[in-house]
């Protein structure tokens, strides 16, 4: 790799980092992207899974600046979505400055040097003035800690991981988990194995997809007519974020809301299935939004197979030959799915993070992840997260919020080169304050209303979400706020940024 010192290193070459690489190219900033996968596409290229597709629609699922005519339906499907971001990577020039295969083990911000040391599992090390890290909430596949899960002498893999060598034709099949990637692999594979049985901790909400096939004189009005395809676009958007009134209040619109979802997702369940047991074990005792609201059509169908039972009991063991549950009855299977999603409240991850004087980022938020618009930390300057801790949606395009967070760090790196500062780093009564709104305001969504979800980290709080809407988050993080923010100078303590 090229030693020369870069403006800024993005970590991550899916949705966020293909963003903020097009974001850096027209700020003439020297950058690169790390990724440790062979292509672009982060979760869209790891998730391989039968069914896998995207439940936001297709014209809202995609970058403002880098539309696309040409999605064959309402709802896209994982293959495609890999191929939008490939076709994008190579419209905008990024894959030369893209590295694929590396991993990186950490990251150090140098007192002295004022730049980011990144250390690689190689053993080679580049600086940095700045690093936005692009690695996103769904890329680490959460494994259940089940007694016994590594004696299992079948095959065994996570949703995320799909082994599409194994053959599952005629097989007794496990599947732990009915979250968002089960109930889209769960019917493709229910018509092909021998019997399936499904483990579930808790039932989702799972509401129809109103997926159909784009017609192609869409397509090509949307090609001939770009704006067309943008008003279309805002019509979607305005019709999801109408969705926040079911998540972010407890007034009678919320409530009207959340009847609304009960009722249609009765319905569902009386059409699909006759066994009132299993209409019982379908329906979800907890309120509509608490986890995240599923869509899929074929879900209540599936379950009512006569090949496919729903096993409510808990789970106590993972044993050589299936699994054993909390009565002691085992299920002998041939292959386990592990459809246990994604540590995405798991702040910061594996990378390990160390900011100024030797301050890691895990220690920084071993009581909370705290932020300043979910975009920066204090102590850790020149530093940018996306998509990062407080800025999950329940109900609309994570990709809205990415470009609302890549404006505002524009903003702070043109205030800087215009100032000729080196590094900047928001104060600390900034995040405190941020992160006790957030936390305040949670406290009046749907999210904690008693439920237990990814959403939670494993001390109890909400860290992941937004407790607002997308237009409040782009009214907040429409521009640089120096005043929030204090310049690092080398060995010293930080001094007023807008001097």
């Given at each position: 790799?090229?030693?020369?010192v870069?403006?800024?290193?993005?970590i991550?070459a899916?949705v966020?980092g293909?963003?903020?690489?097009?974001?850096?190219?027209?700020?003439g900033a020297?950058?690169?992207?790390?990724?440790k996968?062979?292509?672009?596409g982060?979760?869209?290229?790891?998730n391989?899974y039968?069914?896998?597709?995207c439940?936001?629609?297709?014209?809202?699922?995609?970058?403002?600046?880098?539309?696309?005519p040409e999605?064959?339906?309402s709802?896209?499907?994982?293959p495609?979505?890999?191929?939008?971001?490939?076709?994008?990577t190579d419209?905008?020039?990024?894959?030369?400055?893209?590295?694929?295969?590396v991993?990186?083990l950490?990251i150090?911000?140098?007192?002295?040097?004022l730049?980011w040391?990144i250390?690689?599992?190689?053993?080679?090390?580049?600086?940095?003035r700045s690093?936005?890290?692009a690695t996103g909430p769904l890329s680490?596949?959460s494994?259940?800690?089940?007694?016994?899960?590594?004696t299992?002498?079948?095959?065994?893999?996570?949703?995320?991981?799909?082994?599409?060598e194994?053959?599952?034709?005629?097989?007794?099949?496990?599947?732990?988990?009915?979250?968002a990637?089960?109930v889209?692999?769960?019917?493709?594979i229910a018509?092909v194995v021998?019997?399936l049985?499904?483990f579930?901790?808790?039932?989702?909400?799972?509401l129809?997809?109103?997926?159909r096939?784009?017609?192609?004189?869409?397509?090509?009005?949307?090609?001939?007519?770009?704006?067309?395809q943008?008003?279309?676009?805002?019509?979607?958007?305005?019709r999801?974020?109408?969705?926040?009134?079911?998540?972010?209040?407890?007034?009678?619109?919320?409530?009207a809301v959340?009847?609304r979802?009960?009722?249609?997702?009765?319905?569902?369940?009386?059409?699909?299935?006759?066994d009132p047991?299993?209409?019982?074990?379908?329906?979800?005792?907890?309120?509509?939004?608490c986890k995240?609201?599923?869509?899929?059509?074929?879900?209540y169908?599936?379950?009512?197979?006569?090949?496919?039972?729903l096993?409510?009991r808990p789970?106590r063991a993972?044993?050589?030959t299936?699994?054993r549950?909390?009565?002691?009855?085992?299920?002998?299977?041939?292959?386990?799915?592990?459809?246990?999603?994604f540590?995405?409240?798991?702040?910061?991850?594996?990378?390990?993070?160390?900011g100024?004087?030797?301050l890691?980022?895990a220690?920084?938020?071993?009581?909370?992840?705290?932020?300043?618009l979910?975009?920066s930390?204090?102590g850790?300057?020149n530093?940018?997260?996306?998509?990062?801790?407080s800025t999950g949606?329940?109900?609309n395009?994570?990709?809205?919020?990415i470009?609302a967070?890549?404006?505002h760090i524009?903003g702070a790196?043109?205030?800087?080169?215009r100032?000729?500062?080196?590094?900047?780093t928001?104060?600390?009564?900034r995040?405190?304050?941020f992160?006790?709104e957030?936390?305040?305001?949670?406290?009046?969504?749907v999210?904690t209303?008693?439920c237990?979800?990814?959403?939670?980290s494993a001390?109890?709080?909400v860290?992941?979400?937004?407790?607002?809407?997308t237009?409040?988050y782009?009214?907040?993080t429409r521009?640089?706020?120096?005043?929030?923010h204090?310049v690092v100078?080398?060995?010293s303590?930080?001094?007023?940024?807008?001097?």
């Amino acid at each position: 790799m090229n030693p020369e010192v870069l403006d800024v290193a993005v970590i991550g070459a899916g949705v966020g980092g293909i963003a903020a690489g097009a974001m850096l190219r027209d700020l003439g900033a020297s950058f690169a992207i790390f990724d440790k996968g062979t292509t672009v596409g982060g979760t869209w290229r790891d998730n391989t899974y039968p069914g896998c597709a995207c439940d936001v629609p297709s014209h809202l699922y995609s970058l403002s600046f880098a539309q696309n005519p040409e999605w064959s339906r309402s709802y896209p499907a994982q293959p495609e979505i890999e191929s939008y971001l490939e076709r994008v990577t190579d419209e905008l020039g990024l894959r030369p400055r893209i590295h694929f295969g590396v991993e990186i083990l950490a990251i150090r911000w140098e007192d002295q040097t004022l730049l980011w040391d990144i250390e690689f599992r190689d053993g080679t090390h580049r600086s940095a003035r700045s690093v936005i890290m692009a690695t996103g909430p769904l890329s680490r596949p959460s494994l259940p800690a089940i007694e016994g899960i590594e004696t299992f002498a079948g095959t065994m893999f996570h949703s995320a991981r799909w082994d599409h060598e194994h053959d599952l034709c005629g097989e007794r099949v496990a599947v732990i988990g009915t979250g968002a990637s089960a109930v889209q692999f769960v019917p493709e594979i229910a018509p092909v194995v021998e019997h399936l049985t499904v483990f579930q901790r808790s039932a989702p909400w799972v509401l129809p997809r109103d997926d159909r096939p784009a017609p192609p004189w869409r397509q090509r009005l949307y090609r001939r007519v770009p704006f067309l395809q943008r008003l279309h676009r805002w019509r979607v958007y305005a019709r999801q974020e109408l969705l926040a009134v079911a998540f972010i209040g407890r007034g009678r619109a919320a409530a009207a809301v959340s009847e609304r979802i009960r009722t249609e997702v009765r319905a569902q369940i009386d059409a699909a299935i006759s066994d009132p047991e299993l209409r019982a074990a379908c329906l979800p005792d907890y309120e509509p939004g608490c986890k995240r609201l599923l869509i899929a059509n074929s879900w209540y169908s599936t379950l009512a197979r006569p090949d496919v039972d729903l096993c409510t009991r808990p789970i106590r063991a993972i044993t050589p030959t299936g699994v054993r549950t909390a009565d002691g009855d085992e299920i002998e299977v041939d292959t386990i799915i592990l459809g246990t999603g994604f540590s995405a409240s798991d702040y910061p991850g594996p990378l390990r993070i160390t900011g100024r004087a030797g301050l890691e980022l895990a220690d920084r938020w071993r009581t909370g992840a705290a932020t300043d618009l979910g975009i920066s930390v204090d102590g850790f300057p020149n530093l940018y997260l996306l998509a990062g801790p407080s800025t999950g949606l329940g109900h609309n395009s994570i990709i809205f919020m990415i470009e609302a967070q890549l404006h505002h760090i524009r903003g702070a790196l043109v205030h800087q080169r215009r100032h000729g500062l080196r590094a900047t780093t928001v104060r600390s009564d900034r995040v405190g304050a941020f992160y006790e709104e957030i936390q305040r305001r949670l406290g009046r969504t749907v999210w904690t209303t008693g439920c237990s979800s990814w959403y939670r980290s494993a001390a109890g709080q909400v860290d992941t979400l937004w407790p607002g809407t997308t237009v409040e988050y782009w009214w907040r993080t429409r521009r640089f706020r120096p005043d929030r923010h204090e310049v690092v100078e080398p060995d010293s303590g930080p001094v007023a940024a807008g001097r």
